[in-house]
C-alpha cells in the first residue's frame, strides 16, 4: 500500500522562499507535504506535472469576500486561478459585529455589490456572537480555499456607537465606547484576525434607504480614535490595513507617523495601504509613494508597504454607476440617486451638465481618473453605431462635448451602455519596477466586489506570466512576491511548499499562458442570478490543491466543491 496520498511528479518545484527550483516529486499525506525528493513512488492518486511549475498556493490579501463565504464557500474565482488562501474583511468592513441590514447598507455602493445579497447573507446564516464564534462559523463551512480576516473599524464603530451616531460627523464615542471599541478589536485578534481594516477615502458612501449620502463610518472617525486601535494593533504586532484619503497630505503623514518605531522608540506599527498604482491622470504618484515609504521604513524604522494591483487596472461602467465618478461633485450628486428615472431628470438638467462638464474638464488638484472620455471605449449599446467607439468620438460626429454625449447614452440606453477605460498601471516598465519594489506588496485585487466593473481574481497569475514572458525578475522572486513574502508579513501559516507545511499547492502550466488572461468573461455569482465579470485562463492552472485536496484541474471542480467537500479552513494570524 503507498504511503502517499498524492504524488505530484516531475515538476519544477518553488519552495515560495525564493530559492531556486528544483526538479522533484512532491508527496502529500494527510493533508501535509511530507516528501520532496526525485523518485518518489506513486500515490494513491499521481499528476504528472513534467514541464509544469508546482509552487505554494498563491495567497490574495485584497478581497470582499465577506458575503460571498457565506453562501458561496467554495470561492471558486480564487481556487480556479491557483489561489489557496484569501484575506477578506478589507476596508473598513465585515460581517462580525454589526445586523444585517447595516452590513448591506455598508458594503453595497462602495464595493458595488447587491445590496439584498449582502443583507440576506447575513441575515440567513449570521449565527455567530463574536469574533470567536465567527471563526468556528466560518470554519464548519465547506471551504475551498483557506480564508483569513481583518476585523473592520466600520463594524465596530457602528456595533458600538449605531449607524446613525457612527456616521455624524458632529458625533464622535464617549470614553467608555472608545474602551468598548479597544475591547472589541482585542477580542477579535484573540480570535486571529489578522488585524484591523480602516478607511478614509471619500469614494466610500453608503447604499440603503436610511443614510445613502454619507460615508463609511471609519472615515467619520478621530485620529484619537485610530491613535487608540493603533496601540492594540502595535502592542498585538498585527496589521492595520487601511484605503486612506490620498488627496490629503496631511492625513497621509499621519499614516506613516502612526507606523514609526525606531524614531520614537517604539515597535513599528505593520501599515497595508492603497495603493502603489501608475496613475494616468498623474504619473509622479507611483515614485512619490514608494519614495516616501522608503524613506519612512528605512529611517524612521516604520512597517509600512503599499498594496500594488499588478495588471492594466482596466474598469467597466454600465452608465455612470461606477466608484470612480465619486471623485466628481456632479458624479457623486448624480449616483446619490439610486432611482433610474430620477437620476435620468438630473442628468438631463442643463445646469447639471454645466457642472460636470466642468468637473471633467478640471485640471488640478488631486484625482484618481484621467476623465479623458477619449480614453473610454463603448462596448455595447443598444445603438450598434456606438460599440467600438470612444465618447470623444461619438461627440465629435454628433457635434457636441464628451461629457454631453456619455450623459445622453446613459439617459437614452441606462445600464445597457457599458464601456471601458484604463485608469493607471498601463506602462510595462513601470509595472515592472513597482513589483520589484520592496516597499509594495502584490495585492488590491478587490476579489469578490465591484462585480460589474472589474475582475483580477486572476492578478497573481498574471503576474507570474508577465515575468515568464518579459524576464524582469527571477522566477523565484516572483513566486516568493504571491506566496510566503505574504504570508509572513500577515503572520499566516501559508505560502510554503516544504516537508511539513500544508498541502496547499498550484501546479501552474506555463503553455497555458496563451494570452487570454487579460480577456473579458462572465458568469453567474453562484445562487443570485447576478451576472459578474470573471477571468478565464483555465489551460494555464493544471491544479489547485488545498489541504491536500484537489479542488480543481484544467476548468474543472472537484465533485462537492463549495458543498460537501471541506478543503479550506480559517487561518489565525
Known sequence: MTDFDMVIRGGSVFDGTGGPRMVADVGVRDGTVVAVEAGLPDGRRTIDATGKWVIPGMIDVHTHYDAEVLTSPGLGESARHGVTSVVFGNCSLSTVFAEAEDCADMFARVEALPWAVVNEAVKEHGTWSDPKSYVEAIRSRPLGVNVAAFIGHSDIRVAVMGLGRAVDAKDYPTAPELERMAAMLETALDAGFVGLSTIRSSFSKLEGKRY??????????????????????RQRGRVHQS?????????????????????????????????AADIKADRTVARAAVGAAWVAN??????????????????????????????????????????VLARNELLRD?????QFRKDLTKRYGPRVWHRDLGDAEIMACPDPGVIGKSFAEVATARGITPGDALLDLTVEHGDKLRWRTTI???RDDVLDWLQTSPMVQIGFADSG?????????????????????????????????????????YGLDAGRLTVGSRADIAVIDPDGFDGGSAAYAEAELPGTGVSRMVNRNDAAVAATLVGG??????????????????AGTFLTA
Open 212 to 233: 445613502p449620502t454619507r460615508q463609511l463610518p471609519s472615515t467619520y472617525a478621530s485620529w484619537k480614535e485610530y491613535r487608540r486601535l493603533n496601540s492594540v494593533l
Open 243 to 275: 484605503t486612506p484619503n490620498l488627496t490629503s497630505r496631511v492625513e497621509m503623514m499621519r499614516y506613516f507617523g502612526q507606523s514609526v518605531g525606531r524614531m520614537f522608540g517604539r515597535r513599528p506599527l505593520k501599515t497595508s495601504l492603497l495603493s
Open 298 to 339: 528605512r529611517l524612521g524604522g516604520a512597517n509600512l508597504r503599499w498594496q500594488h494591483l499588478p495588471v492594466p487596472f482596466e474598469l467597466y461602467a454600465d452608465g455612470v454607476d461606477l466608484v470612480i465618478f465619486e471623485e466628481l461633485g456632479s458624479g457623486s450628486a448624480a449616483l446619490n440617486i439610486r432611482e
Open 350 to 354: 442643463e445646469e447639471y451638465r454645466r
Open 424 to 426: 493607471a498601471n498601463d
Open 449 to 489: 466586489a465591484h462585480l460589474r466593473n472589474m475582475a483580477f481574481y486572476n492578478a497573481n497569475l498574471r503576474m507570474l506570466e508577465r515575468v515568464h514572458q518579459r524576464g524582469f525578475m527571477p522566477l523565484e522572486r516572483a513566486v516568493h512576491r504571491v506566496t510566503a513574502e505574504l504570508a509572513d508579513w
Open 549 to 566: 485536496h484537489v479542488v480543481y484541474e484544467y476548468g474543472e471542480f472537484a465533485a462537492g466543491f463549495g458543498t460537501t467537500l471541506h
